[in-house]
């Protein structure tokens, strides 16, 4: 008798603490929400909206505390999401499409770089001086989803070349173990020239130039999270947006943000870097009219990126582009 | 008054020329000594260059003419212009001292 | 004022003259210095460079030599999969600059079935080594740098300098040795030897160098990255190229290059670079590793030891120059106050103060002998002047006596003639010029008795105080004797003889003298060596009234003379003179001789006696204008008027 009154009290009391949690939390909810962030890659100018939107409080002024957590080659941003260690992570859309593929259920509520700066440096002294001349030659590419683009061009224009695996250094290429390197026009490029290298002795192919000018950065969460608080996930990319436009506009202070992350990460670079890098960030991110919530991604543009995907072999079917998209133009804001 | 003295056979010729006045004339009378002091005492005074002569002059032609005297030499005078023959002659010197036309006869008669 | 001038200049040149000669001798030594001093210094860099260089190549060698022992071991034998791990462990145990080592195969390459084989070792912080197995989904040990380079490249490389993974603060760097299976053709890479070594000892040398104050040496890696910086901020983050891009410097650019490339120099950079001064870099590379060592030193700071001491020889030169200038100013006073003194002192004297006391200068140099011969000079203007003063006080007494010898000789000749009783039978007028202020000429004219004029006109041989004493005496005895009523030529032979007693200077006077009868006009007269008189007839041209001969007087006691007669007629005119007048001497160097005599006594006949001799008179001294007067000029003028009727 009493033992069974016992566990009924417990029951009661449990869920008198629960209602009560629910409460609470349903009151933080109201406060603010509370939510994780994790870029890419590690702390860089690449990121630097965020990093501002946070220091200058335009998150809080959204409703928002944010945790940006730190990026890196040993965890992809898309396994923290899902895991569920973030609500939000931002990634390359080709990366992107191969986890929706996967059946992870992410969508992207904002395409940030909605034009590629993925680019092929070769060495003219290599013979190079022209596209045409990369035929036959050992080629740095990254990992599968950062070279489709690359394959892709080396199809369109019947080229062959010797691919070698690339990761996180250029060292191989300044070495002059491959003729060809995959890189960034706003990172690898710059750390080249900050290695000695003379600009007059590269060839730089821009994958825009050569007819691949395909978005890439983009801000993703699950759909589930996207579900349970739409106003909250378009608020975030509001805000982000803001950080960029604030960082766009205050170039010095924004770098100095970026430089106190990148320190607390003790990350092998410099301010130098950094400024070339965010300046190149001013170029490739478009921004919306003030009032607007988010850059698009184009259908067309996913569908040119899923169906390289698809001739690759990475996916099987290309998934819906409107499951993919969400469009905060449709959330009502409270 | 500018001297020009030789010696010529026996005769010591003296040429004079310039004027001899009050400044000069003492020139003359103590040249002509020295010479007659050397022995001289043959001379013959050539005035082919003498333009004028004053009292001064005169007088020291007497002084040399006296010393000259002393010594048993002689003394003769060539070649006077007018004005100095004007005042030979006024002054009766030419009864004194021979005086010629011009020197050659002056050396060819004494 | 001249004070200043003479010691103005000489301060002035003295001291451009030293200061031209200090500035250009210190100069020099700066230069010198400078160049010396930084050669000095580029030496010493040099040197600590090298050794510096030779000390870490040392340890590097000694490090690159396992695992490529351990390499050509695994390319000549075969090993099984459970030795690898003690080759490892045996790498660092018996190397304690080694901090890691692997051995990591290909894939498949040793143990079938293991897609990654990679034993690892390492030291742990309390000595211990642990073993681990690289390789796993996380850690795709193909693609790094230390497998892949040495694999694409078929040859040993070291890596770029990393962070270690532990999450410590300690930088590491691997160098890693491709190892085969079979040979030539078919060679085939098997994988790669590896060694890691912590920098920091390395880096620990490198800090420790410090050059004067703010020099410092740094370490850079193959891709220019710092290894080590006195800036620890800048250490992995920057490359010696972002630096060059921060400060847009191209040259510190290829000053990175060249080392990165291998080379060995020396720089010299603009301030802000490398140093917030300008500065000298010295650099080598560790040919080994491919890195590059520069040493950096502080341009001014090199110098200091140059600039202070070339301050010090500033301020001691410009204490000199100071000194000098004193100096200086003081012997130029020297100089110039006892000739301010002496010029003071010959003002007064010049202004006629004889005695005014020159400055007492005593003293051995040129200043002392000029004041020495100052004085002599005062003393012997003062007598000099004394003397003058004398001579003209004694020459003014002479003039003085002259002036009244003139007044007596003067007084001597007749000036009017004492007016006769009625009317005169004759006019005689004389006019008598000297040349100084007594003459030799003479004149005189008196009545011996009621009837008879005598006249006479003499010129003594000579002028002045002679001559005129000869004057004097030959009047008086013309005047004596004429009063005896000789006629004309006793009277001449009679004064002859008085005259030529005791005559050694053989001074001498010519004379003309007459003797007028008043009643019948009957002239006689006689000539001593005289100038003919001018005759003037009535109603005719003047003549030379022609004289006897007859020699000077007082030369010869022999001589003779003799009178003429002539007869005067009422009208007829006589005018006698002396060589004063027709010898007389224009500006040309002509005589006013006789022609011109004759043509004013034809132009002046008429006048009275007066008129003619003060016209001639006149004539002659207007022709000998501006020729100072040679010769006495005397003129007499006679006219007969005849006996009253």
């Given at each position: 008798m009493i033992e069974s009154l016992m566990k009924t009290a417990a029951k009661v009391i449990g869920v008198f603490f629960f209602v009560l949690a629910m409460l609470g939390n349903a009151n933080a909810d109201q406060d603010r929400r509370q939510v994780s962030f994790v870029p890419q890659w590690m702390p860089q100018a690449q990121f630097a909206g965020y990093y501002v939107a946070l220091e200058k409080g335009f998150y809080e002024r959204y409703g928002l505390e944010v945790n940006i957590l730190r990026g890196g080659p040993e965890r992809p941003s898309a396994e923290w999401l899902k895991k569920a260690a973030v609500e939000f992570a931002t990634m390359f859309l080709s990366t992107a499409i191969v986890e929706r593929a996967k059946g992870t259920r992410l969508v992207n509520v904002g395409q940030i770089l909605s034009r590629s700066s993925q680019i092929l440096i070769a060495k003219k002294s290599c013979g190079i001086n022209s596209w045409q001349d990369l035929n036959g030659k050992k080629t740095g590419l990254w990992g599968a989803e950062l070279s489709i683009m690359p394959r892709a061009l080396f199809r369109r224009y019947g080229l062959q070349v010797a691919v070698i695996p690339q990761t996180s250094t250029v060292n191989l290429f300044l070495r002059g173990g491959v003729d060809v390197v995959s890189a960034m026009w706003y990172n690898e490029y710059h750390a080249i020239l900050d290695a000695g290298v003379e600009p007059e002795d590269l060839v730089v192919f821009h994958l825009s130039d050569l007819g691949f000018n395909l978005p890439e950065d983009g801000i993703y969460c699950l759909e589930s999270t996207f579900k349970d608080d739409p106003q909250s996930c378009c608020r975030f990319v509001r805000a982000s947006l803001e950080g960029w436009r604030y960082a766009f506009d205050h170039q010095d202070e924004a770098l100095d943000i970026v430089m106190k992350y990148v320190n607390e990460a003790r990350i092998a670079t410099n301010r130098q870097h950094q400024k070339w890098m965010l300046g190149h960030m001013r170029e490739v991110i478009d921004l919306p009219e003030p009032g607007g919530y988010q850059t698009l991604l184009k259908e067309e543009d996913y569908l040119a990126v899923a169906g390289e995907l698809m001739a690759n072999g990475l996916i099987d079917a290309i998934p819906a582009y409107s499951d993919f998209l969400e469009n905060c133009a449709d959330v009502n804001e409270k | 008054m500018e001297l020009y003295s030789y010696k010529q056979d026996k005769f010591f010729i003296v040429k004079v020329s310039g004027r001899?006045?009050?400044?000069t004339a003492p020139e003359f009378e103590k040249s002509c000594l020295g010479w007659i002091e050397q022995g001289d005492s043959a001379l013959v005074v050539d005035l082919e260059g003498l333009e004028y002569m004053s009292s001064a002059g005169l007088r020291s032609i007497l002084i040399v003419g006296k010393k000259l005297k002393s010594v048993g030499g002689s003394l003769s005078f060539s070649s006077l212009t007018p004005n100095v023959a004007h005042v030979f002659s006024i002054s009766s010197f030419g009864s004194m001292f021979p005086v010629y036309d011009s020197l050659e006869k002056a050396l060819g008669n004494s | 004022m001249k004070n200043r001038g003479l010691a103005f200049k000489l301060i002035l040149f003295t001291l451009s003259g030293t200061m031209a000669v200090f500035l250009s001798a210190f100069a020099y030594f700066y230069v010198s210095s400078k160049d010396s001093m930084t050669k000095c210094v580029e030496e010493n860099a040099r040197n600590l460079t090298h050794s510096t260089v030779h000390q870490i190549e040392k340890v590097l060698e000694g490090v690159q030599k396992v695992p490529l022992n351990y390499a050509s071991l695994l390319s000549a034998r075969n090993f099984?999969?459970?030795?690898?791990?003690?080759?490892?462990?045996?790498?660092?145990?018996?190397?304690?600059?080694?901090?890691?080592?692997?051995?990591?195969?290909?894939?498949?390459a040793l143990a079938a079935g293991a897609y990654y084989f990679a034993p690892y070792c390492y030291r742990k912080d309390d000595g211990h080594l642990m073993n681990v197995m690289l390789g796993d989904e996380s850690y795709h040990y193909f693609t790094m740098d230390w497998y892949q380079i040495p694999r694409e490249l078929n040859r040993a490389a070291w890596t770029e300098p990393y962070y270690d993974e532990g999450g410590g603060n300690m930088i590491m760097a691997t160098f890693s040795v491709p190892f085969y299976k079979g040979k030539d053709a078919e060679k085939r890479f098997q994988g790669v030897v590896t060694a890691d070594i912590a920098l920091h000892g390395l880096q620990q040398i490198v800090s420790a160098i410090r050059l004067y104050r703010s020099g410092y040496a740094f370490l850079i890696s193959r891709n220019g990255v710092f290894i080590t910086h006195p800036d620890s901020r800048l250490v992995m983050t920057n490359s010696i190229f972002s630096i060059a891009e921060v400060k847009n410097s191209s040259l510190l650019r290829r000053i990175g290059k060249d080392m990165i490339n291998g080379g060995e120099g020396l720089a010299a950079l603009e301030s802000g670079l490398l140093l917030p001064d300008k500065c000298r870099l010295y650099y080598a590379p560790l040919s080994s590793i491919g890195w590059s060592l520069g040493v950096v030193i502080p341009e001014h700071e090199l110098?200091?030891?140059?600039?202070?001491?070339?301050r010090m020889v500033i301020l001691i030169g410009l204490a000199g120059v100071f000194l000098m200038t004193i100096i200086v100013m003081l012997i130029a006073r020297r100089i110039t106050r006892p000739l301010k003194d002496l010029s003071a002192a010959t003002v007064e004297i010049a202004r006629g103060d004889l005695d005014a006391k020159l400055p007492d200068i005593q003293r051995g140099d040129e200043i002392g002998a000029l004041a020495r011969s100052f004085e002599e000079m005062r003393l012997a203007l003062k007598d000099y002047i004394k003397h003058l003063t004398e001579t003209t006080s004694a020459k003014e007494r002479i003039e003085s006596e002259l002036k009244i010898a003139r007044n007596i000789q003067m007084s001597f000749l007749p000036r009017a003639f004492p007016p006769l009783t009625g009317k005169n039978p004759m006019e005689i007028s004389a006019r008598l010029e000297p040349a100084r202020e007594i003459g030799g000429d003479l004149y005189d004219y008196s009545l011996i008795d009621d009837d008879h004029l005598f006249f006479a006109v003499g010129d003594v041989s000579d002028k002045g105080i002679p001559a005129a004493l000869f004057m004097a005496v030959t009047k008086t005895l013309l005047k004596g004797i004429a009063e005896t009523g000789l006629d004309p030529a006793r009277i001449l032979n009679r004064c002859n003889l008085e005259l030529c007693g005791e005559n050694d200077s053989m001074m001498f006077v010519t004379v003309f003298c007459g003797v007028l009868d008043l009643r019948t006009g009957r002239l006689?007269?006689?000539?001593?060596?005289?100038?003919?008189?001018?005759?003037?007839?009535?109603?005719?041209?003047?003549?030379?009234?022609?004289?006897?001969?007859?020699?000077?007087?007082?030369?010869?006691?022999?001589?003779?003379?003799?009178?003429?007669?002539?007869?005067?007629?009422?009208?007829?005119?006589?005018?006698?003179?002396?060589?004063?007048?027709?010898?007389?001497?224009?500006?040309?160097?002509?005589?006013?001789?006789?022609?011109?005599?004759?043509?004013?006594?034809?132009?002046?006949?008429?006048?009275?006696?007066?008129?003619?001799?003060?016209?001639?008179?006149?004539?002659?001294?207007?022709?000998?204008?501006?020729?100072?007067?040679?010769?006495?000029?005397?003129?007499?003028?006679?006219?007969?008027?005849?006996?009253?009727?």
């Open positions: - | 001899m006045d009050a400044i | 099984e999969a459970g030795d690898i791990a003690g080759l490892v462990e045996r790498m660092v145990s018996t190397n304690l600059e080694i901090y890691g080592a692997a051995i990591a195969f290909e894939p498949d110098l200091e030891g140059v600039h202070r001491l070339g006689k007269y006689s000539n001593a060596g005289h100038e003919p008189p001018v005759i003037v007839r009535r109603d005719a041209q003047p003549e030379f009234l022609p004289v006897p001969e007859g020699f000077l007087l007082g030369v010869e006691e022999e001589s003779s003379y003799q009178t003429m007669e002539i007869e005067l007629e009422p009208g007829d005119k006589l005018i006698v003179y002396t060589d004063g007048v027709t010898e007389a001497v224009n500006a040309a160097g002509e005589f006013y001789s006789h022609a011109n005599l004759m043509a004013t006594v034809r132009s002046c006949w008429s006048l009275s006696v007066e008129g003619i001799a003060t016209e001639i008179l006149g004539s002659v001294k207007l022709f000998s204008l501006g020729i100072p007067q040679a010769d006495d000029i005397t003129v007499l003028a006679l006219s007969f008027a005849g006996a009253e009727v």
